[in-house]
DNA sequence: GCCAACGTTGGC
DNA sequence: GCCAACGTTGGC
């Protein structure tokens, strides 16, 4: 089993969302960069855990974690016009883009945020508090994990 | 294949 | 809203 974190804006969709759904179960999709998508084809298995970070919002950080209940498969937003994700270029037999569907397990009762992950200094490998920081998809090792989630729960 | 212009991300 | 850091695009 691997670690991630996934990042999105909880005005468009939060952790909140999540606990809404049916089944607390959810399509991850939109991801539309390279690195992030070969992580979700790739790399991203069934039963993985992810940190759900909370970003460009009030109180940035991870909200809580979820499971992937599904592996990669063909993001099918790539192939609808009327979709804000959608990409001319994606076709059936060719996918350019990639989901997995997670499912709720623990929201976190405060915000781990992002000052407080910075001010630890075992966790300054994360992607997340290293140059640029932009990717949506990251890996998290195991020690990072371990960290991470105990500060979530202290 | 280079690289300038442009668009996006995301913290603040 | 600002702006730094990236990623992508497209002319050559």
Known sequence: MQYWLFKSEPDVFGIAHLANRPDQTEPWDGVRNYQARNFLRDEVGLGDRVFFYHSSCKTVGIAGVVEIVRAGYADPSQFDPESD????????????????DVKLVECFDHILTLKDIKANPHIRELGLVKKGHRLSVMPVTHDEWQVLYGMAKA
């Open 85 to 100: 994700y959608y990409d001319p270029k994606a076709s059936r037999e060719k996918p350019r883009w990639y989901s997995v």
